[in-house]
């Protein structure tokens, strides 16, 4: 289990709270890392190499995926109330972005170890679906932080802001130094790192796969990672790559027939497991999440509207369960949390979610995304009305399939590139709330988000976070200073 791992720890990017560790560690013999001398050590080290918390505290929050209940209405927790009112979080709390930051300088810790060690050792053929595990790993670990702590890849553009620093070998140093780049450098590393291992990734090499870079899971990170450099038919090529013969239908969610059936429990226990065919990527993640049943920002009233008859152009409304801790809280209940005791019988210890990274159903957005940005409107058509078959509630291909004609009259939008992007994004932001993806598109398509505050007088106002405004960049943490990571300004 990944709770049990050995942490490699990235000391010099920040990963101050577990100091202690970084200490332990760099106090043994420099050589002690050769101990990873053989594949199965190297399979067990790369297990590692997945952030172990989650972005959902402060990407959901500071999204559209969140509304103000009003004052007096549920609980304040800075984790959740600083991104919604966009600002920077303080500390290294569960949910925050320095736990995120530091977890994926871990994880990238890991798969430099396990790297170094192959390289180090003659470990022949068997290795390669492990090494190109470590290298897939890696480049998606940098992504997200380029992605969440960086200006967002303008596609088209010079992108020399600054990037987030790319680690390429274990550390050695308490307090190393580091450089930025640019986010065109970054990029570059990250395609680099992904091209190279997905060529060696296996799809047999695993007990349970969907803890691992598959090919398919590849396949999926690589389709939103051309997805952000615009690079359409790469996007197409690498979603389509993500099932076998192309059978979307049997692999998306099937939330308007198994999943609206089951029960409460029985959905939430399901909706994470290793075998729903819907998923390609699964972590453990040291998370609270679920626990944020009564937050006053978050999912309430305003969002149960995305899934009703008038919230989308077939009149029907979404199978999507809504379920409630009491008005105004709502929660898609899509987690179910686990406890580690740190010994048996132990009162204390971790709560922590099976978090899906990728799934097949963001993978067919994608594509259809690229196909009407290649103006192939039928086959993002096509693509979108796959999707919707599985999720709107008593779907009729006859009379409930999207159309140009549908979508323009219920977006009242005119260009059919345009309507059908907002089709799809809409339609991604109801499939994946709660699991903080919406904010992966606020910031490609440079969407305004826009959240209604109460005062003490309970007088309600709405405030705007405009493309341009620099707080949709999270701040890197104060601690990676130390390594001359400069922050982001503000």
Not at 404 to 411: D, G, M, N, R, S
Request: hydrophobic share 35%; net charge neutral; proline share 4%.
């Amino acid at each position: 289990m990944k709770l049990n791992k050995i942490h490699i720890l990235l000391c010099g990017l920040g990963v101050m709270f577990i100091s202690q560790s970084c200490n332990k560690y760099l106090d043994t013999e420099p050589d002690n890392r050769t101990q990873i001398n053989s594949v199965e050590k190297v399979a067990q080290l790369v297990t590692t190499a997945y952030p172990s918390r989650d972005y959902y505290y402060f990407t959901e929050a500071a999204s559209d995926n969140a509304e103000d209940k009003g004052n007096g209405v549920g609980g304040l927790d800075d984790v959740i109330s600083r991104p919604y009112n966009w600002q920077d979080v303080i500390g290294d709390g569960t949910g925050s972005t320095t736990a995120y930051w530091n977890s994926c300088y871990e994880a990238i810790a890991a798969a430099n170890q396990a790297l170094e060690a192959i390289e180090k050792n003659n470990l022949g053929n068997a290795v390669l679906p492990y090494k190109g595990e470590a290298l897939v790993a890696r480049a998606y670990a940098h992504f997200m932080l380029v992605t969440l702590f960086s200006k967002v890849y303008a596609i088209g553009g010079s992108n020399d802001s600054p990037g987030i620093p790319y680690v390429t070998a274990p550390e050695t140093k308490v307090i190393a130094q580091y450089d930025r780049g640019t986010v065109k450098s970054t990029y570059e590393k990250i395609e680099k790192d992904l091209v190279e291992g997905m060529a060696l990734l296996s799809a047999t090499a695993y007990t349970v796969p969907k803890y691992h870079f598959t090919p398919a899971a590849a396949h999926a990170f690589a389709s939103r990672f051309y997805l952000f450099k615009g690079e359409w038919q790469k996007v197409i090529d690498e979603s389509s790559a993500t099932v076998s013969g192309g059978d979307f239908f049997n692999n998306l969610r099937p939330v308007n027939s198994t999943y609206r059936t089951a029960g409460t429990e029985d959905f939430r226990t399901m909706f994470t497991r290793s075998d729903q065919k819907s998923t390609l990527l699964l972590t453990e993640q040291y998370s609270g999440w679920q626990r944020q049943t009564s937050p006053r920002y978050g999912y309430g009233i305003n969002m149960v509207k995305m899934f009703s008859a008038a919230g989308n152009f077939t009149g029907k409304a979404r199978a999507d369960k809504i379920l409630s801790y009491g008005a105004p809280h709502y929660t898609t209940y899509k987690f179910k949390e686990y406890f580690h005791r740190v010994s048996p019988g132990a009162d204390i210890g971790f709560p922590y979610l099976i978090a899906p990274l990728l799934t097949v159903d963001e993978s067919l957005l994608n594509r259809a995304e690229a196909y009407a940005q290649l103006g192939q409107f039928d086959n993002a058509l096509k693509d979108m009305n796959t999707f919707l078959s599985t999720k709107i509630s008593n779907y009729s291909a006859s009379s409930d399939a999207a159309t140009l004609q549908k979508i323009t009259a219920f977006y009242s939008i005119a260009d059919p590139k345009t309507v059908i992007i907002k089709l799809i994004l809409e339609s991604k932001k109801a499939e994946f709330l709660q699991e903080g993806l919406r904010w992966l598109d606020i910031i490609r398509h440079g969407l305004t988000v826009t959240h209604n505050k109460y005062d003490t007088a309970g007088v309600e106002t709405f405030v705007d976070l405009a493309p341009s405004d620099l707080r949709r960049v999270f701040q890197i943490p104060q601690e990676a200073m130390l390594s001359n990571v400069p922050q982001n300004p503000r």
